[in-house]
């Protein structure tokens, strides 16, 4: 059973959808991150545009990170002061992202923007990530116990000017590389169409200590806020937010979520760790062989728009 996706201007299995939605849903259930690094290079293996598979991927982000939110904010495991300063550098990073998109998307170049992007994020951060886990694995293998610094201890980078206090969260720290932080990762889901909150909360675990009963609740806050943004922002300025392929991936994503929390408290850290790494560097992996395979069709014409 085949549905027209009317931005998209192609038919597409609604099954197919719904099982995509299903599968990331229950990737990111599992590993508890949102899912939008893997549906959006997904949509784009299908064949869905790029400029579309990224901007409708926003509205599903922001689906899936509202439950996330409201959980947090019932649970008190949301630093609101930490979360608002993310939010607005995300705002600044997603403005200049949604930009930038329109702007190499008139260029010509947007598929290959992503393409290249995708190769390089994910190729690197997941051979670190890779690198970090089999170092865990090979430690608890031993037997050796790894010394951790505690929550509340933080490098020098935060000593920067315009210092701020966030009691929740335990920091003291300069707002300036926490904007910083915030704008990359806005930029960068507005880009690329994910929601960074597997770029975030790392670096709020490992760069600026914040303990983690508030890191994925904060987190949470930002992304919902940020894809919100970019989900406007995509539809008034670039047209390219399909809502009926918005719908059916955030329908299949709610039910495959549910199964995949339900296994991932039974997985081990170590191992969670592991198997989010080759997760990740597979996709980067995968978008490198696109760069060097060649084409089925090396030519191809179409009409353009010349008018002014």
């Known amino acids: 059973?085949?549905?027209?996706?009317?931005?998209?201007?192609?038919?597409?299995?609604?099954?197919?959808?719904?099982?995509?939605?299903?599968?990331?849903?229950?990737?990111?259930?599992?590993?508890?991150?949102?899912?939008?690094?893997?549906?959006?290079?997904?949509?784009?293996?299908?064949?869905?545009?790029?400029?579309?598979?990224?901007?409708?991927?926003?509205?599903?982000?922001?689906?899936?990170?509202?439950?996330?939110?409201?959980?947090?904010?019932?649970?008190?495991?949301?630093?609101?002061?930490?979360?608002?300063?993310?939010?607005?550098?995300?705002?600044?990073?997603?403005?200049?992202?949604?930009?930038?998109?329109?702007?190499?998307?008139?260029?010509?170049?947007?598929?290959?923007?992503?393409?290249?992007?995708?190769?390089?994020?994910?190729?690197?951060?997941?051979?670190?990530?890779?690198?970090?886990?089999?170092?865990?694995?090979?430690?608890?293998?031993?037997?050796?116990?790894?010394?951790?610094?505690?929550?509340?201890?933080?490098?020098?980078?935060?000593?920067?000017?315009?210092?701020?206090?966030?009691?929740?969260?335990?920091?003291?720290?300069?707002?300036?590389?926490?904007?910083g932080l915030a704008l990359g990762v806005g930029f960068i889901g507005a880009l690329l169409g994910i929601g960074g909150a597997f770029i975030m909360v790392p670096a709020l675990l490992y760069l600026f200590r914040v303990p983690t009963t508030v890191v994925i609740g904060t987190s949470q806050f930002q992304v919902l806020c940020t894809a919100l943004l970019a989900v406007v922002l995509q539809a008034t300025l670039n047209s390219a937010v399909d809502i009926i392929l918005a719908l059916i991936l955030i329908l299949g994503g709610v039910f495959g979520a549910q199964f995949g929390a339900r296994a991932g408290r039974t997985l081990r850290a170590d191992l969670f760790r592991f198997l989010l790494a080759i997760l990740i560097l597979a996709v980067g992996l995968r978008f490198a062989i696109e760069l060097v395979m060649r084409p089925t069709e090396p030519f191809s014409l179409s009409v353009q728009d010349v008018r002014r």
Not at 20 to 42: D, E, N, R, W, Y
Not at 98 to 114: H, K, M, P
Not at 152 to 170: A, D, Q, V
């Open 1 to 179: 059973m085949e549905i027209y996706l009317p931005i998209a201007e192609m038919p597409v299995s609604i099954f197919l959808l719904l099982a995509m939605g299903a599968a990331v849903g229950f990737v990111s259930g599992l590993f508890g991150i949102g899912g939008g690094f893997l549906m959006t290079p997904l949509l784009i293996f299908l064949g869905i545009p790029a400029a579309v598979a990224v901007a409708t991927q926003s509205a599903q982000i922001a689906a899936s990170s509202t439950t996330g939110t409201l959980n947090a904010v019932r649970r008190g495991a949301l630093d609101l002061k930490l979360a608002l300063v993310l939010t607005a550098g995300g705002f600044v990073g997603t403005l200049l992202g949604v930009w930038f998109f329109a702007a190499i998307r008139r260029a010509g170049q947007l598929e290959l923007i992503i393409v290249l992007s995708y190769v390089t994020l994910f190729t690197v951060l997941g051979s670190l990530m890779l690198a970090e886990s089999l170092r865990e694995l090979w430690w608890a293998r031993k037997g050796t116990v790894r010394p951790r610094r505690r929550g509340g201890e933080h490098p020098s980078l935060m000593k920067l000017p315009l210092r701020i206090r966030f009691p929740r969260s335990r920091l003291y720290s300069s707002v300036i590389p926490i904007l």
